[in-house]
C-alpha cells in the first residue's frame, strides 16, 4: 500500500506518466528522466528504462537497447550522480541477463538441432530397414516362384511319360491284336 502512494507520488513529482498516443514509449522514459527532479522517482524511471533496453533486446535489437541505454546516460549523471552509478549497474545486470538468455537460446537450439538430426537418422535407419525387408520378400517371393515352377514342370514331365507309356501300352495292344487277326486269318 505504501509502495502504491510511493509510485503516485513519483509520478506527480515529475511530471505526468501519461503517454500520448503514437510516442515511442523510449522517448517518453527519457523524457521523464530529463524532466525528474526526485531521486526515488529517477530511480524508477531507470529501472522502467532498463526494461524498455531488455524489452529492445528480446526483439533482436541490441544495438538499439545499447544506445538507447548510453543515451540516457548523461541526463541521469546531470540530475543525480548515484544513481548514475545505479544505472551502470543496472545496464551492466541488464547485458549479463540478455548474455544469459542468449547462451539460453543458444543451448535450447543446440539440443533441437541435435534431436532433429537423431530423429533423422532413425528416419533413415527405418526407411533402409524397409528397403532391405522389401528386398528380402521379393527374394522369398522369386524364390517361391522357382520353387512352384519347377513342381510343375516336374508334374507335367511325369504325367508326360505317363502318356507316353499308355500310349505305348495301347499301341503294343493294338499291334497285338492285328498280328492275332493275320495269324487268325492265316490259319
Partial sequence: MAMAFMVAG????????????????????????????????????????????????????????????????PAVQQKDPSVATYFEELKSKAKEEIQEAKEGVDSVANSVADKAKEAGENVKEAGENAVNAAKEAGANAVDA???????????????????????????????????????????
Avoid: F, H
Fill in 10 to 73: 513519483v509520478m506527480t513529482s515529475c511530471g505526468s506518466n501519461a503517454t500520448k498516443e503514437g510516442t515511442d514509449e523510449g522517448e517518453a522514459l527519457k523524457a521523464k528522466i530529463e524532466n525528474c527532479s526526485d531521486p526515488d522517482s529517477l530511480k524508477i524511471y531507470v529501472e522502467q528504462a532498463r526494461d524498455y533496453a531488455t524489452k529492445l533486446e528480446a526483439e533482436g535489437k541490441g544495438s538499439e537497447a545499447e544506445a538507447y541505454l548510453n543515451e540516457l546516460l
Fill in 145 to 187: 516362384a522357382k520353387e512352384k515352377g519347377a513342381a510343375a514342370v516336374d508334374a507335367a514331365k511325369e504325367k508326360g511319360a505317363a502318356a507316353v507309356d499308355k500310349t505305348k501300352e495301347k499301341a503294343s495292344e493294338a499291334v497285338q491284336k492285328g498280328a492275332d487277326k493275320v495269324k487268325n486269318l492265316l490259319n
